[in-house]
């Protein structure tokens, strides 16, 4: 399920709203271990998410990243170890569909929003309704609903753009968009690979200002190989280095930097 499909539907009843966090953790990976003809992806991963915390996740080609978040999302089942959002949902039993709908938003690489819809469009497609055809046909935005999108527009950097076709956006404008998509669904975890491949240098600066504003509102994850951009988010947090399908280091980035095992298969001299 891309990002763009993942907003495009209405809260599970009796799940968004009743996520328990009472340790402190929205996310729990516990010896997650996930196989491949033999080979595996993932080898006993564990590893947690605070509340409002933002996490990234760095690591060379093949080290689990991926996988790790097809896990989260539902798209992969684990063949051991345990998943779990909050305290009280276990990732492993339910569908993409109720994963999305729980409150997990993820955003892939490659932008997907509606080319042929405005900037404006796109965000009233993804918010939070009814999307059944005569709902859709007849609605009438309320004041908050226009406020809300109004919000994060200028949160997205895309007030200026709001009646530009999404497909006339720069590389950068499209994957803040598709960011925007998800924050209209009120996610409580946000999941964003590589978000910043093939950015600007201005645009990769802009990425990074509003990643540090989300910090707390949200918790995120962030798979990423721009280290400059790493260190830009992760002043304040903890970065995980995944190698061989399994957590290799974490820590603080210049502890991160500093690891002999990380220079070794990752940061190389």
Wanted: charged fraction near 25%; include cysteine; glycine fraction near 10%.
């Amino acid at each position: 399920m891309s990002a763009a499909s993942a907003v495009r539907h209405g809260p599970v009843e009796g799940r968004g709203e009743g996520v328990d966090t009472r340790h402190g953790a929205i996310l729990y990976l516990d010896e997650v271990t996930v196989s491949f003809d033999g080979f595996k992806a993932l080898n006993k991963l564990s590893l947690d998410i605070s509340v409002g915390e933002l996490r990234c996740i760095i690591g060379p080609n093949g080290a689990g990243k991926t996988t790790m978040m097809d896990v989260i999302t539902g798209k992969t089942r684990p063949a051991s170890g345990t998943a779990w959002f909050g305290q009280n949902m276990d990732l492993a039993t339910m569908t993409e569909y109720d994963i999305a709908h729980a409150g997990i938003g993820r955003k892939f690489q490659r932008p997907t929003v509606f080319e042929r819809h405005t900037v404006f469009e796109n965000l009233e497609l993804a918010m939070k309704m009814d999307k059944r055809v005569r709902a859709t046909l007849f609605a009438r935005l309320s004041s908050e609903q226009k406020d809300k999108i109004d919000a994060i527009l200028t949160q997205i950097r895309l007030r200026g753009e709001v009646d530009r076709l999404a497909g006339l956006l720069s590389h950068g404008q499209k994957q803040w968009l598709e960011i925007g998509m998800l924050l209209m669904q009120e996610p409580q975890l946000i999941l964003l690979d590589e978000p910043v491949a093939g950015m600007s240098d201005a645009e990769t600066a802009r990425t990074a200002e509003l990643l540090n504003e989300l910090r707390g509102k949200h918790s995120i994850m962030v798979v990423e190989h721009d280290m400059g951009f790493v260190a830009a988010i992760a002043q304040r947090g903890l970065v995980t280095v995944l190698h061989e399908g399994a957590v290799l280091a974490q820590g603080r980035m210049e502890q991160v930097q500093a690891d002999e095992r990380v220079i070794e298969v990752y940061l190389g001299r």
